[in-house]
């Protein structure tokens, strides 16, 4: 790894020189002051020139950039494009050539640590180092584990660890910009840590016996347009590390997801509420020690033993309530886990779930789904198709919809049910379609009472044509559908009979 000896920075008589008064700065040209800096980054011009690509830069290469306008350093192994940035610079162009086509790390920090470069230059990142700077003694190192690198897909995260007196950070370069907190999954357990982190359909793997006792309480970081996630453990004792720990089964390798098992944690249940005669909010609280937020879209397994024999079924987590605010006490996000689940009294797994008393255990999976958030950016028109317990998946689709997706113009669920006691949720549903007039629901019922002077039936031609009318000719439009497999089956046949792509249909099946 390249460095620039940290004392011939900042060079005798340089602006960066800390004065007692603080460090001199040059004058910006106008139009160059921080405020317009931000504004750059965020008009979502290419400043690196890679549009978007995080690549793996090797030191050959760093050196060959070096010229004001083509200038990469190296900070913290994070190789950034800083000529788009020279002019803003408030120490001067000179200043950050003197990094030019280097390590800058010393620089950095000896001049402005507490900067939050990472924020400030995300837009110029270039990528990461290619060559681990030398490995700390006792650190596990790359030689002592299993490496299945993939051959093709995304390219392989890495992982780098510092401590502090109290702190231990493990931080995951993703090489992938827009991760997010839900694809993390941190357990620890004893001395056991591991942690999955998600890129596209792989599965990045740390699982390492740590070296010295750390506390339960832990916090998971993402530095989302960087790709690098920041794994924070509290030290026990206030003691120097020397080493990590020891790999453990599977540590550090890259593979696709559907090669990964799943991996369970022991949930309690807290709260048990009905919903409707068979339907009940079953409120689970994860375990101090697990950091696990399930993606918009995808299910979890619940894991219960019956009879001797374990079974396993799996469950689509919904939020609390349909309207924030609706429940009180609001409780702390990433600590409960909530499920919509209808009871079938001659179940196999159900009825043994109803039987769980409040604070029973059950296990809960990693998160599975093919579901794609992307797929929701930019919509207008937003139609959810959804029979009896099918709602569930609509949940958090609808809530991330009206409260992500600025493009939305319209959102209508059309909801099938047997009977109007089995619609979940109903008056929630009637409450957010009065609150957010982008938001509208059907009900439509194949065994009503006779009082019922809604709509009536299955899914059919006729009751589709009339609930999808865009809010404009050629909006752009999305379609979710779930329900029994024949339901969900019929519904994308007769879907695609109304001319909408697959592209334009996410229908959720087992
Ligand atoms: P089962 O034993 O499967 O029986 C269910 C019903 O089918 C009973 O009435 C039973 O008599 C009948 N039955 C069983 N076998 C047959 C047969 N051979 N022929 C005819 N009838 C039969 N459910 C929810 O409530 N909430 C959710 O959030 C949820 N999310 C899901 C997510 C996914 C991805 C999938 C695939 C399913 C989801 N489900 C959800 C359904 C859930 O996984 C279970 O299938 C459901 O809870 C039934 O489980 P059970 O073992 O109690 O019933
Ligand atoms: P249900 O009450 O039995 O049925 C709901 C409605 O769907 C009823 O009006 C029913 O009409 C109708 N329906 C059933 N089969 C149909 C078909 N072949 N064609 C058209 N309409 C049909 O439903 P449920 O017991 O809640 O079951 C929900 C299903 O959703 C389960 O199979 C569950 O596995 C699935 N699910 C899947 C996911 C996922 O992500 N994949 C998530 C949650 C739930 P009738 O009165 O004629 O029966």
Same mark, same amino acid.
């Given at each position: $790894?390249?460095?620039?000896?940290?004392?011939?920075?900042?060079a005798p008589g340089s602006q960066q020189r800390v004065a007692s008064q603080g460090r001199s700065k040059v004058p910006l040209k106008q139009g160059r002051s921080l405020m317009d800096w931000i504004r750059l980054t965020k008009s979502g011009k290419d400043l690196t020139g890679l549009k978007g690509r995080l690549i793996e830069v090797t030191e050959e290469?760093?050196?060959?950039?070096?010229?004001?306008?083509?200038?990469?350093?190296?900070?913290?192994?994070?190789?950034?494009?800083?000529?788009?940035? $020279?002019?803003?610079?408030?120490?001067?162009?000179?200043?950050?050539?003197?990094?030019?086509?280097?390590?800058?790390?010393?620089?950095?920090?000896?001049?402005?640590?507490?900067?939050?470069?990472?924020?400030?230059?995300?837009?110029?990142?270039?990528?990461?180092?290619?060559?681990?700077?030398?490995?700390?003694?006792?650190?596990?190192?790359?030689?002592?584990?299993?490496?299945?690198?993939?051959?093709?897909?995304?390219?392989?995260?890495?992982?780098?660890?510092?401590?502090?007196?109290?702190?231990?950070?493990?931080?995951?370069?993703?090489?992938?910009?827009?991760?997010?907190?839900?694809?993390?999954?941190?357990?620890?357990?004893?001395?056991?840590?591991?942690?999955?982190?998600?890129?596209?359909?792989?599965?990045?793997?740390?699982?390492?016996?740590?070296?010295?006792?750390?506390?339960?309480?832990?916090?998971?970081?993402?530095?989302?347009?960087?790709?690098?996630?920041?794994?924070?453990?509290?030290?026990?004792?206030?003691?120097?590390?020397?080493?990590?720990?020891?790999?453990?089964?599977?540590?550090?390798?890259?593979?696709?997801?559907?090669?990964?098992?799943?991996?369970?944690?022991?949930?309690?249940?807290?709260?048990?509420?009905?919903?409707?005669?068979?339907?009940?909010?079953?409120?689970? $609280?994860?375990?101090?020690?697990?950091?696990?937020?399930?993606?918009?879209?995808?299910?979890?397994?619940?894991?219960?033993?019956?009879?001797?024999?374990?079974?396993?079924?799996?469950?689509?987590?919904?939020?609390?309530?349909?309207?924030?605010?609706?429940?009180?006490?609001?409780?702390?996000?990433?600590?409960?886990?909530?499920?919509?689940?209808?009871?079938?009294?001659?179940?196999?797994?159900?009825?043994?779930?109803?039987?769980?008393?409040?604070?029973?255990?059950?296990?809960?999976?990693?998160?599975?789904?093919?579901?794609?958030?992307?797929?929701?950016?930019?919509?207008?028109?937003?139609?959810?198709?959804?029979?009896?317990?099918?709602?569930?998946?609509?949940?958090?689709?609808?809530?991330?919809?009206?409260?992500?997706?600025?493009?939305?113009?319209?959102?209508?669920?059309?909801?099938?049910?047997?009977?109007?006691?089995?619609?979940?949720?109903?008056?929630?549903?009637?409450?957010?379609?009065?609150?957010?007039?982008?938001?509208?629901?059907?009900?439509?019922?194949?065994?009503?009472?006779?009082?019922?002077?809604?709509?009536?039936?299955?899914?059919?031609?006729?009751?589709?044509?009339?609930?999808?009318?865009?809010?404009?000719?050629?909006?752009?439009?999305?379609?979710?559908?779930?329900?029994?497999?024949?339901?969900?089956?019929?519904?994308?046949?007769?879907?695609?009979?109304?001319?909408?792509?697959?592209?334009?249909?996410?229908?959720?099946?087992?």
């Amino acid at each position: $790894m390249l460095n620039v000896p940290s004392q011939a920075f900042p060079a005798p008589g340089s602006q960066q020189r800390v004065a007692s008064q603080g460090r001199s700065k040059v004058p910006l040209k106008q139009g160059r002051s921080l405020m317009d800096w931000i504004r750059l980054t965020k008009s979502g011009k290419d400043l690196t020139g890679l549009k978007g690509r995080l690549i793996e830069v090797t030191e050959e290469e760093l050196k060959t950039h070096n010229k004001k306008d083509d200038c990469w350093i190296c900070i913290r192994g994070l190789v950034y494009n800083v000529s788009p940035y $020279m002019e803003y610079h408030p120490g001067g162009e000179d200043e950050l050539m003197r990094a030019a086509g280097a390590d800058g790390t010393d620089l950095f920090n000896e001049v402005h640590r507490w900067v939050n470069y990472e924020s400030m230059l995300k837009e110029c990142l270039v990528g990461r180092m290619a060559v681990k700077p030398a490995v700390p003694k006792g650190m596990l190192s790359k030689s002592q584990v299993t490496d299945t690198l993939p051959r093709e897909g995304p390219s392989s995260p890495s992982y780098d660890w510092f401590q502090t007196e109290s702190s231990v950070t493990i931080a995951i370069y993703t090489k992938q910009k827009n991760i997010s907190l839900d694809s993390v999954m941190v357990d620890l357990q004893g001395d056991s840590l591991r942690t999955e982190t998600f890129i596209q359909d792989h599965s990045y793997l740390i699982h390492i016996g740590l070296s010295h006792e750390v506390q339960e309480n832990f916090s998971v970081r993402v530095i989302e347009n960087v790709g690098k996630v920041d794994i924070v453990l509290q030290k026990r004792e206030n003691i120097s590390w020397k080493c990590l720990g020891q790999p453990l089964e599977k540590h550090d390798s890259f593979i696709p997801k559907k090669d990964t098992g799943l991996s369970y944690r022991r949930c309690q249940l807290i709260s048990k509420e009905d919903v409707t005669h068979d339907t009940r909010l079953f409120c689970l $609280m994860l375990p101090p020690s697990t950091h696990l937020q399930v993606p918009v879209g995808h299910h979890v397994y619940l894991k219960l033993s019956v009879t001797g024999a374990e079974i396993v079924k799996p469950y689509t987590p919904v939020s609390a309530s349909l309207l924030s605010g609706f429940r009180e006490p609001v409780p702390p996000p990433n600590k409960y886990i909530y499920f919509l689940i209808k009871i079938y009294p001659d179940g196999l797994f159900t009825p043994e779930l109803d039987h769980l008393q409040i604070g029973d255990f059950i296990s809960v999976s990693s998160p599975e789904g093919n579901f794609k958030l992307s797929k929701l950016q930019e919509v207008e028109d937003l139609f959810l198709l959804a029979a009896g317990t099918g709602f569930t998946p609509m949940v958090n689709v609808l809530n991330y919809a009206l409260t992500c997706v600025s493009s939305l113009r319209k959102v209508k669920l059309m909801f099938f049910n047997k009977t109007e006691d089995d619609i979940i949720w109903r008056c929630e549903l009637e409450k957010l379609a009065f609150k957010d007039k982008r938001f509208d629901t059907e009900f439509v019922l194949s065994a009503p009472s006779p009082e019922w002077n809604g709509k009536q039936g299955h899914v059919s031609p006729a009751l589709l044509s009339e609930f999808l009318q865009r809010s404009l000719e050629n909006s752009r439009v999305f379609l979710c559908i779930c329900g029994p497999t024949a339901f969900t089956d019929e519904g994308i046949r007769l879907l695609h009979d109304l001319n909408f792509s697959n592209d334009e249909i996410h229908g959720f099946t087992a």
